[in-house]
């Protein structure tokens, strides 16, 4: 038998397998989790200017989701959603400090994630995955929480945002890893300047990507890469070929490098002759950060608000999965997502089931992806520890609204500019919990215009919805808080590997207080 037709008969017979995800030999699974880009930033959602090709290519390629969401509106609680197959209430990834309050994980967080979450590396590593984070990680920065030690084989990133530059004496700058083992900080020997937005980064998290999928190709092993760059989060980095490139200006910048990185992966997998045993899914750890202003941040299309709320430009992502000869080129669903589906879709396609020992949130979107089927399932936008609002097909009730305080708006933090809707976007906590606020959001999607209490759309609606409600707050298992505690001691002053470079620094004395979180 001919080498040709023996990679021919392989292609066909893993082609027929996938009609049967539970039995396919374990293809490989690349997620890219972008860092506050909106639904709007992609060509292939209307973004007019047209710079991501790659990414439009990607789509027509593959299936386009336009329901798709995060688990929560803000950075570090999607991600560990995402790992973990669970709502950050249930995963710890919330505070009680204040309710429906937003946190995540900044150098002076105690918490990170708890060692009782099961994460996504750890369960394809019983099925022979070589796993390798690339980017930001943001689950917690002590050792105990970083990656090496939930499943991951390689890491090159960092373990928080990119922002500084930082005094060392009062706040040190990020560490950068390879591995569990500091190579620099941002800033210093990872530059960024944030006058003219030039840094190197991307280029570097694109090369650690392709080197990590040749050497697996080369190697024959299945493999996990979640690459996860964060350029489009402020401030927003570019390299000098695509400085001032974009009709969008930096932001648009940063989104060119990246849709120019997306391609180079894709087309170092057609290259490696493993495009079809590749599943790729992109998408988005929450909305555009509008309130980073229109040269920091991006575009959430025709939706309401941005980054921190539970409108649907705070949850509403991008979304593109790929896996050529697999998922159908050209496809559009409409089905009801979430970035917690990756955990179990990428358990089945390795052939595995979710632990069986805790309540898992992420749906199997196999039957989505190879047939295009719609899937009846809720929606929950969660802020903090307080259940927002709710989804149930082209429907959506608030039960709480808030975009931030009066107080942070008159100091010009505004996650809603230009988008004031009265009783809406309201600026203090409000519950309508009794008599919810309603949107048809197919015919709304701006979520502009209630559904009258009088009409019998909303009695109907609500009697649809109530029940999904109710039976989920009645079982629902809160986890343990784990983004309660601050403490200057622990940031990144002396993480592992400095005294190899000569760059630890002074440990403070500890002063553990509870973390204050304004929004």
């Known amino acids: 038998m001919g080498f040709e037709t023996l990679i021919l008969l392989c292609t066909i017979t893993c082609y027929c397998l996938a009609q049967k995800p539970g039995n396919v030999s374990s293809p490989n699974i690349i997620i890219m989790l972008m860092d506050d880009m909106g639904w709007g930033d992609l060509g292939a959602f209307g973004q007019p200017s047209k710079e991501t090709p790659n990414l439009d290519a990607m789509a027509a390629q593959g ?28 995963n710890g990834f919330y505070t009680t400090n204040g309710h429906a309050r937003n946190a995540y994980t900044p150098q002076e967080i105690v918490g990170g994630i708890s060692k009782d979450e099961i994460l996504l590396p750890q369960m394809l590593k019983k099925r022979g995955y070589f796993n390798k984070i690339v980017g930001k990680w943001h689950l917690g920065h002590r050792p105990q929480y970083l990656p ?18 930082y005094n060392n004496s009062v706040r040190p700058n990020i560490p950068v890893y390879r591995n569990s083992w500091m190579l620099g900080r941002y800033y210093e020997e990872f530059k960024i300047d944030k006058k003219t937005g030039e840094s190197n980064l991307t280029q570097m998290y694109l090369l650690e990507g392709l080197d990590f999928i040749q050497s697996q190709a080369e190697a024959q092993k299945p493999f996990f890469l979640y690459w996860a760059p964060d350029a489009t989060h402020a401030p927003v980095y570019a390299s000098k070929d695509f400085l001032g490139k974009s009709q969008r200006g930096r932001y648009g910048d940063a989104v060119m490098e990246l849709d120019y990185s997306v391609g180079q992966i894709l087309l170092l997998l057609r290259r490696l002759g493993i495009d079809s045993n590749t599943f790729v899914f992109f998408t988005s750890d929450n909305g555009a950060a509008l309130m980073s202003g229109p040269n920091e941040s991006g575009s959430n299309g025709p939706f309401l608000c941005g980054k921190e709320t539970t409108f649907e430009g705070g949850m509403r992502e991008p979304a593109i999965a790929w896996w050529p000869g697999h998922i159908r080129e050209g496809t559009v669903s409409f089905q009801l997502a979430n970035v917690m589906d990756l955990f179990t879709t990428s358990l089945a396609l390795a052939g595995m089931s979710p632990p069986d020992d805790r309540t ?23 802020r903090g520890n307080e259940l927002m609002a709710v989804r149930l097909g082209q429907y959506k009730a608030h039960y709480w609204t808030w975009s931030n305080s009066w107080e942070e708006l008159k100091k ?18 409000k519950e309508h919990t009794m008599e919810p606020l309603i949107f048809h959001l197919g015919r709304d999607p701006g979520e502009k215009y209630p559904i009258s209490v009088l009409a019998k759309e909303y009695q109907d609606v609500l009697s649809w919805i109530s029940p999904v409600v109710e039976e989920h707050r009645s079982t629902l298992v809160a986890g343990i808080p784990q983004l309660n505690m601050c403490d200057v001691a622990v940031m990144n002053w002396a993480p592992a590997g400095c005294e190899m470079f000569g760059k630890c620094l002074k440990v403070p004395s500890s002063q553990p207080s509870k973390c204050d979180w304004p929004h």
């Open 63 to 90: 299936m386009l989701l336009l329901n798709f969401y995060t688990a929560n509106p803000l950075c570090s609680p999607s991600r560990a959603a995402l790992l973990t197959g669970r709502l950050p209430v249930r």
């Open 412 to 429: 010009g933090i505004n996650f809603c500019p230009g988008q004031e809707v009265p009783d809406v976007t309201t600026h203090e906590q």
């Open 360 to 382: 898992i949130d992420g749906m199997d979107l196999t039957p989505v992806l190879l047939h295009n089927t719609v899937l009846n399932r809720p929606i929950f936008y969660y």
């Open 148 to 165: 090496l030690e939930h499943g991951f084989d390689e890491w090159f990133g960092a373990p928080n945002c990119h922002f500084g530059p």
